[in-house]
């Protein structure tokens, strides 16, 4: 899965991670708490760093990988 800055914000919320990686809103939230996903609250919402999402996403790729090998 290539994703490149350009075509996201540097910084989004929950419900766009859940669209980003394909899964529903509790699974995106769920993977905040278990990945320890660096957030930041504004107001209501938990805003994400691209770079640290696309650092986990790598990461998940690579172990998936490695299962299947």
Known sequence: MDIYRTEYPEEFGTEELAQLLLVP???????????????TKQGRAFRFRMDDVMAWCRER?????????
């Open 25 to 39: 809103l509790s699974t995106a939230r769920k993977l905040v708490r278990e990945q320890n996903i660096p957030v």
């Open 61 to 69: 790729q690579l172990e998936r990988a490695r299962l299947a090998s």
